[in-house]
């Protein structure tokens, strides 16, 4: 059960570019986060939206500036961001509202940003 | 705090050898959830498995099967008869009342044909 699309898949941009990731749920879920995987570290919370309000923000720089139009679609904008910000950014989304400790997160794709 | 330990960073095995890939979690909570993603190349995080803390019975799907033990405080998966499809980096992840998922490490799964 994937059903959480993600695009573009792979992304280079420079210093003062400002881009933005995609994200698409297929699944009815409640709830949509984003990830940061970077090399040898564990998965980064980075934001939390539930039925399209923002309930968490885990101290991102504000060079990462996230939007959930509905309840389908996440969105983050990118904006003159650093090289130690390549990463992984991966996407999810669960039917339980965040905070219902038995959810299950379901994962997208992921984008893979390396900023030059 | 909630912590998720994977000792093993990576593993390489032979193709059809049995591998136990390790987790132990730390938690005050006596509800929890534990769950297994599989992370292929393409980069997707697969949903495996979860348990809640309150059920230790141990759960077997085709070649996969988990061990769920409170005492040790371990939620450890075992890959029986092994393939090259198996590999991948695989997490382990906690999460429990109002906390969100907690993830390990991740081990490095390499199975050479």
């Known amino acids: ?116 | 705090a909630q912590k998720v330990t994977q000792a093993q960073t990576e593993i390489s095995v032979v193709e059809k050898e049995d591998v136990t890939l390790d987790c132990v979690y730390e938690t005050r909570d006596t509800t929890y959830y534990l769950f297994w993603y599989k992370q292929p190349p393409s980069g997707e995080l697969v949903f495996l498995i979860r348990r809640n803390s309150f059920d230790e019975q141990n759960e077997i799907s085709g070649r996969y099967s988990w061990n769920f033990q409170k005492s040790t405080s371990s939620f450890n998966f075992t890959i029986t008869a092994s393939q090259v499809v198996d590999s991948a980096v695989y997490f382990c992840a906690l999460s429990e009342g109002a906390q969100k998922l907690v993830f390990g490490q991740g081990t490095r799964l390499t199975i050479n044909p």
């Open chain 1, 1 to 116: 059960e994937t059903g959480v699309t993600q695009t573009p898949r792979h992304l280079v941009m420079g210093m003062t570019n400002k881009k933005s990731l995609k994200c698409e749920q297929h699944l009815g879920h409640n709830a949509m986060y984003w990830y940061k995987q970077s090399a040898k570290k564990p998965l980064e919370l980075m934001f939390v939206y539930s039925l399209e309000e923002r309930v968490e923000n885990n101290s991102v720089p504000s060079r990462f500036s996230p939007e959930c139009p509905n309840s389908s679609h996440l969105f983050l904008h990118l904006h003159t961001l650093q090289p130690e910000d390549s990463a992984l950014y991966l996407c999810a989304s669960s039917q339980s509202p965040p905070g219902t400790a038995e959810e299950t997160q379901y994962f997208g794709p992921g984008t893979r940003l390396l900023v030059l």
